[in-house]
């Protein structure tokens, strides 16, 4: 059974730092590209960072460059992605994904994890 659960969220101060975690199971976690997804209310879901499946090469949004870093750990099968200097922008629930390309499209999602940054 695949899954991937997202863990860290929560509510945060701005300027305050969280650690996202994303643990998968039941598939190869090593030979997928990882990906943080996040999605605030009445807006479109928004794609914040990448990491290859080796972990080598790592891509960022505008939005959030400099201040978030995405890692994996394929030992633990598991994704992270740090924030620091987070903003009101960036409530939203985040959610990772597995994303394999080969003969067709193999692509798991997980449920999702609540960051709301507020004073």
């Known amino acids: 059974q695949v899954q991937l659960v997202e863990s860290g969220g929560g509510l945060v101060q701005p300027g305050g730092s969280l650690r996202l975690s994303c643990a998968a199971s039941?598939?190869?976690?090593?030979?997928?590209?990882m990906r943080w997804y996040r999605q605030a209310p009445g807006k479109e879901r928004e794609l914040v960072a990448d990491?290859?499946?080796?972990?080598?090469?790592?891509n960022y949004a505008d939005s959030i460059k400099g201040r978030f870093t995405i890692s994996r750990d394929n030992a633990k099968n598991t994704v992270y992605l740090q924030m620091n200097s987070l903003k009101p922008a960036d409530t939203a629930v985040y959610s990772c994904?597995?994303?394999?390309?080969?003969?067709?499209?193999?692509?798991?999602w997980g449920q999702g994890t609540q960051v709301t940054v507020s004073s």
């Open positions: 039941g598939f190869a976690f090593s030979t997928y590209t």
């Open positions: 994904n597995a994303l394999r390309v080969a003969i067709g499209v193999t692509e798991y």
């Open positions: 990491i290859t499946p080796s972990g080598r090469s790592t």
